[in-house]
């Protein structure tokens, strides 16, 4: 069992940054590869980004790729999504989670995930 709790959003504005945690309890919290996606109001949820385990395979959306970073810290079982030049299209929902495997990551096939983090960004 993985619990997973995010933290750091809030209300920025276009071109703030903000960098969202994912704090894991459980076992092997370092084995299990990561994603994040978000939800805006009247849309589905979509992909962000994702970590396998051993941190050296990335994935963007492309409507994030290279504003958006995606790294780990095994020791604090904490995952990051440290998010630059927002616009106001970022607003959303972010959740985290977290899978054994790192297959089709963009897929929302993940195993557990966290309550979520309110990020708003304002024009």
């Known amino acids: 069992q993985v619990q997973l709790v995010e933290s750091g959003g809030g209300v920025v504005q276009a071109g703030g940054s903000l960098r969202l945690s994912c704090a894991g309890s459980g076992r092997a919290f370092s084995a299990y590869a990561m994603g994040w996606f978000r939800q805006a109001p009247g849309k589905e949820r979509e992909f962000v980004a994702a970590l396998a385990a051993s941190g050296s395979i990335r994935d963007y959306s492309d409507s994030v790729k290279g504003r958006f970073t995606i790294s780990r810290d095994n020791a604090k079982n904490t995952v990051y999504l440290q998010m630059n030049s927002l616009k106001p299209e970022d607003t959303a929902v972010y959740y985290c989670?977290?899978?054994?495997?790192?297959?089709?990551?963009?897929?929302?096939?993940?195993?557990?995930w966290g309550q979520g983090t309110q990020v708003s960004v304002s024009s």
């Open positions: 989670a977290a899978r054994r495997a790192y297959v089709d990551p963009r897929r929302g096939e993940y195993d557990y």
